[in-house]
């Protein structure tokens, strides 16, 4: 069973600077001080040397002058952004921000947070074309991360920022800090607690065996971007899955010549299965829980979904200790600064305040304490009833290798749909 890796804390403030993309270059070191002779310098001047800028990108240069690498007190950061205009605009994909901005106002008064809610893809569409067009509207995006697409096209290119001062992010692992996270949401199998009193799933395998045939639900991994990463990771750990299929059955996995690996088996033959395809996560777990079935199907859905047992009387629960060799993988909620927005200490006055204060306590971050979610800080409180991230079988992302291989297994899944 893997986990999360764990990283030494020794090389958390390095990491975090290097995920910047915005990385603060210090004056080189006068020719003086290293027995070097100033007079062979271009034109006897060391002014080059002395600019901490020199060789930056506009995007870099921008972070820079903005601060984007330092960690200044929250109240200095207050009082620069009201001299900015005093407001901060957010492109969200959750209505929780909505909720914040009340807060947010009342503690800095003088301030307004402007709140625009909207799906992922019109999100991602909405600002890129804005920015392309010299409009810089949003301050802070705030999206999902699941395929690679923010880290490769978006943060290293220079189009979004990372902010992640040490005060916020000193006891994050640095495995998370390719992106500013803020929490963690999964894609779970969810079973039926009327009929199951334990979760009736061990391994992926099993979907693929007569007792499962049509008693799954799943939705169309060509237009779910997280279904679809998820089994581009589990391609990627072909190995695990081999493993496990042998755990499972009691013999090697014999490949057929259309199955590269164990993980392109298993989309292969969990197809071949029969699976009920929903149009999205409250369907699955609609499906999973409606109450009085006597052969309910099990369901793979997000996390967040389990607030509907209370929401819609669903009988659902997941078991994520259970399933073999992992559950699938963690998708990022992160926040990035815009390139040349407007507010740039606004924006990071609100960053963290949603990442809960200089504490983690602040009820900035309140909103977001729900089961199905964790923090990516260790001081942010957690959900009650939910279970340690740390303990949940996940692959890590590999968000280089799922971006550079997602449409091979986009294309395989199509041709055996």
């Known amino acids: 069973m893997k986990k999360l890796r764990k990283t030494a804390a020794l090389v958390t403030a390095l990491s975090m600077l290097l995920a910047t993309g915005c990385q603060k270059i210090e004056p080189e070191t006068p020719a003086a001080a290293t027995g070097a002779d100033q007079s062979t310098a271009a034109g ?3 002014s080059a040397a002395a600019d901490p800028t020199a060789g930056m990108t506009p995007e870099e240069k921008w972070a820079y002058d903005n601060g984007l690498d330092q960690d200044e007190p929250m109240e200095e950061m207050y009082k620069k952004d009201l001299g900015e205009g005093g407001e901060v605009v957010i492109y969200t994909i959750s209505s929780r921000p909505e909720k914040i901005k009340a807060m947010f106002e009342e503690d800095y008064p003088g301030m307004t947070l402007t709140v625009y809610d909207i799906s992922s893809g019109e999100l991602m569409e909405k600002f890129t074309r804005e920015y392309e067009s010299g409009i810089y509207t949003a301050d802070i995006i705030h999206s999902k991360e699941q395929a690679g697409e923010y880290t490769k096209d978006y943060i290293q290119t220079g189009i979004l920022h990372n902010y992640q001062p040490a005060s916020i992010f ?25 009929v199951y009193d334990e979760c009736p799933l061990t391994s992926w395998w099993q979907l693929t065996t007569p007792e499962w045939k049509g008693r799954f639900v799943f939705q169309d ?44 088996a298993f989309i292969k033959r969990f197809l071949a299965n029969d699976p009920i395809i929903a149009k999205g996560s409250d369907e699955v777990v ?3 829980g409606a109450p009085g079935q006597t052969n309910p199907p099990v369901g793979y859905s997000s996390s967040v979904k389990l607030r509907q047992r209370e929401e819609k009387g669903l009988a659902i629960n997941y078991a994520p200790l259970t399933m073999t060799p992992s559950n ?34 602040g009820r900035g971050y309140s909103p977001f304490v729900s089961v199905g979610t964790w923090s990516a800080r260790p001081e942010n409180p957690n959900a009650e ?11 890590p992302s590999d968000f280089d ?3 550079v291989s997602l449409q091979d297994v986009r294309d395989y899944w199509i041709t055996h749909r």
């Not at 949603?354 to 306590?361: L, N, P, R, S, V």
Request: hydrophobic share 35%; aromatic share 14%; with cysteine.
């Open 44 to 46: 006897g001047s060391d």
């Open 170 to 194: 000193g006891s994050t692992d640095p495995e998370y800090l390719s992106l500013t996270p803020l929490l963690f949401e999964l894609n779970l199998w969810f079973y039926n607690t009327e």
């Open 221 to 264: 991994a060509d237009s779910n971007m997280a279904y679809l990463a998820m089994l581009t990771t589990m391609v990627e750990h072909s190995d695990d899955m081999a493993e496990d299929y042998k755990r499972v059955f009691g013999k090697e996995i014999e490949l057929d010549s259309d199955e590269p690996n164990a993980g392109y």
């Open 286 to 288: 609609e499906m999973v």
């Open 328 to 361: 699938g993988i963690y998708a990022m909620n992160f926040l990035g600064i815009l390139n040349n927005c407007r507010h740039p200490n606004g924006a990071k006055l609100f960053i963290k305040y949603m990442q809960g204060g200089e504490d983690g306590q």
């Open 385 to 395: 009833g939910n279970l340690n991230l740390a303990d949940i079988p996940l692959w």
């Open 401 to 403: 290798y799922v971006y």
